[in-house]
């Protein structure tokens, strides 16, 4: 069975989940009424997205992923460590009006949206 392709874009630009792989959908425009308002889903594999619409705000949509990971608690979260308790990736250079990432490294340019992927590695369970 042949494979159906886009003329717009190609396989490989879609953007991806950075740690299973799986194509998420287009996130929805969110007109950045106040700081720190970020889209954020729940991917299958089980890492939160977070969806930067201008790639200069990671750093907050990061804290809101992290908290978003461990229920809102962001006091939970911020005692939890990266790379032992969570795993951060990047996914960056998206065209929001082709729902697209631009491949081939340094692709960084203004007016490009970013996401922030975060994955507890696993999950500590408190009794
Ligand atoms: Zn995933």
Known sequence: ???VLFPAYRE?????CPFCGQPFGRPPEVDPKREGDFYKWLCPCGAI???DTTGHN???ALMEA????YDDDLEKALAMEPDKDYEIRYLDGYRAGEHRVLGGGKTYKSGLGAFVFV????LR???
């Open 1 to 3: 069975m042949k494979s």
């Open 12 to 16: 490989s630009e879609r953007p991806r």
């Open 49 to 51: 997205g977070a969806y």
């Open 58 to 60: 990671l750093g907050d």
């Open 66 to 69: 992290i908290a978003f990971a």
């Open 119 to 122: 994955k507890v590695k696993a």
């Open 125 to 127: 369970v408190i009794h």
